[in-house]
Structures are given as structure tokens and as C-alpha cells.
């Protein structure tokens, strides 16, 4: 029987807890970047895609919030009055309506037109995208979740609970999308005249409208021609997103700071823990000596499984880091787990080679 086998038979806990050590402070060295990721980045990329939301008065930020990620509840409907004056106006080349305010599952509904889909990189792999009312279409992870396929039939409900108050009339299922954004891969997506039904509306409406527009400069233009207009309220996702990024970078580098201190912290238990280990191999070192065995080759009898699960456990955590915010580590992240290597291979040899 190999010395690791008997090591791993005999300490699995300690050699356990020499991984998780190794794994945790491989997290809390990612964490920071992480984090910035998940505010930021994924923000930007859908502030980026559109100049202009218009919706009813009320706070920019909630329409930004509503309309581009769903996390707030609409500030109210504008007419589709207003929907066809930034249609046709001259520095718009796009215009999309947007109508929320209702759920599947707890999943938001979005009434949209077919201009959404290749605008917000939707790609269609099954079915049609909607055309009638009632028609829904979503991403194929959330068909799934939901164990809904092509032809199933599903009830909406009032609000973003899904123990809100369900709709008489059903929805079916005519796509399979591939969506890009998270936003998007959690909700399902209908043509605006399926609100119009469910609600019973008399007038047609939307929650808002999404504008791309024929030039940058046309965003010095329009909060001026949106001032003169009656309950309408503009907003600017680039603007909203400057002013998101200034709010959160203090606390972002605050949370920077505490995560390399958790860190360091970390780091200094696992090589108090890793030296404990070595006075706990003493007997096992001092036979392999008496047996004529060199440094090198009784490091590798004895703590070659600890090396193992240190870099086991530094790998594990920048897969799941990795997995969770898709972007590739910076030079700064692989010294730091290159250094815990390091010091733990390094205390290990400069005791064995006093010993």
C-alpha cells in the first residue's frame, strides 16, 4: 500500500481541510473581481445597447431598472400615442415597446415586438417568435426549468409574485429561444396586444419604449423635446449607469480591501494549519531518513498529497469563479495563488530540510 493511500486512510479529515483551505482562499482572492463583475459589467453591457428609455413619470433609474433588467416595478404606461411620435420621429432610427406587469411562474412576461429579438441577440431555435396574441416564446435553460415544450399551455398571473392574481386567458408556447443576457433567459416574451387582452384594456398602451438612436449627438437633443411633453420621463441607461458605477465604487473598494484582508487572514491559518501537519509527520520523516531516503524524495512521500490538494483546491475555486462570472483571471489573482503555493510548499521544504 502506497504512504499516500495510508496518509489519506489515516488523515483523510486533515487533508480535507488542507483542500478547503486552499479552495476558500482561492474564492476570497476572485471575490472582489467577482463582485465588480456582477454590478457592473453585466449592467454596462445592457446600458450600452440602448440611447434612450422613455416610460411614464417617474424615476429614471426604476424605468432603466424595469425595462432593461426587470428588477423594479414600472413606473406606469405611457399611450400609444407616444409609442408612434418616438416611432416616427426623425433622430430615432429604432423604436421597441415594452409592456410589463405580469408574470409566469414568477418569471416577468415581456411584451415586446420582433425589432427586440435580433436587437438584444435572441436567436430562435425552435418554433416562431410570437405573432398573435397569446403566443409566448423563452430561452430554452428556462423551458426546462419551467418543463415546458412547443405547444404547452401556461397561465400568467398580475404583478412580478406569482401568487398574484391569475389571468383567465392562456398562453402558448411557440418558440425556443437562445438568450444572451440574464435578463432575457429568465423571462418570456409576448407581443404587447396579449396585455392588451389580458387586462381588458380599452386603449392600447405600453410600459415604454426602448429608442436607438441615428446618432450620439441626438442624445444632446431629445431631454429638451421630452421636458415639453406631458407625462413622459426620459432616461438615459449610459447616464443611469455613470451614476450607479460613482455611487458603488467606494464600497466596492471597500469590500476590495476586506476581501484581501479575509484573504491574507486565510492564507496565514493555512500555513499555521500546513505547519501543524508537518510536526504531526515527524515519526514518518525521521523513518524514511533512517532509510536513506533523500529531501526530495521523502517531500514527495509525505506531503506530495498535501501539494496535490492545494493546487486541487486553488483550481477547483477559479473554476467555479470562472463559471460564475465567465472572464478570464488577471495577472495580480494567479501571483496571489501562485504565492499560496508557494509558502506552503516552501514551509514544508524548509522544515524538512532543518529536520
Known sequence: MSLWLMQWKRKWAALLIVGVLAFITGIFIKAPRAMEHYIFHKWEESASLVDLIVGYKGSPIQIVASTLYRLENPTGNISAATYKFWQGHPLVELATPISLGDNVQGHPLVGTDSSYYPWFGLALKEGHLPAATGEVVLDAALANQLQV??????????GSDSRGESHEHPLKVVGILEAKRSADKSALFTVPQTYWI?????EPSYTSVMLKLKSKAAMLMLPNI???????????PVFIYGQLQKQWEPTIDQATRWSWIIAAGVMLLFIAYISNMYHSER?????????????????????????????LGLLLSEFVTQGLIDVLPIVEEWLAMLMTVALGVGLLWIKLRKS
Open 283 to 311: 515519526n514518518t520523516i525521521a523513518f524514511l531518513r533512517n532509510h536513506h531516503g533523500s529531501t526530495a524524495s521523502i517531500f514527495v512521500q509525505v506531503f506530495g498529497n498535501v501539494v496535490a490538494l492545494i493546487i
Open 226 to 236: 421630452i421636458s415639453q411633453r406631458t407625462d413622459e420621463q426620459g432616461a438615459f
Open 149 to 158: 415544450g412547443i405547444g404547452a399551455r401556461l397561465t400568467s398571473a398580475h
Open 198 to 202: 389580458l387586462h381588458h384594456s380599452t
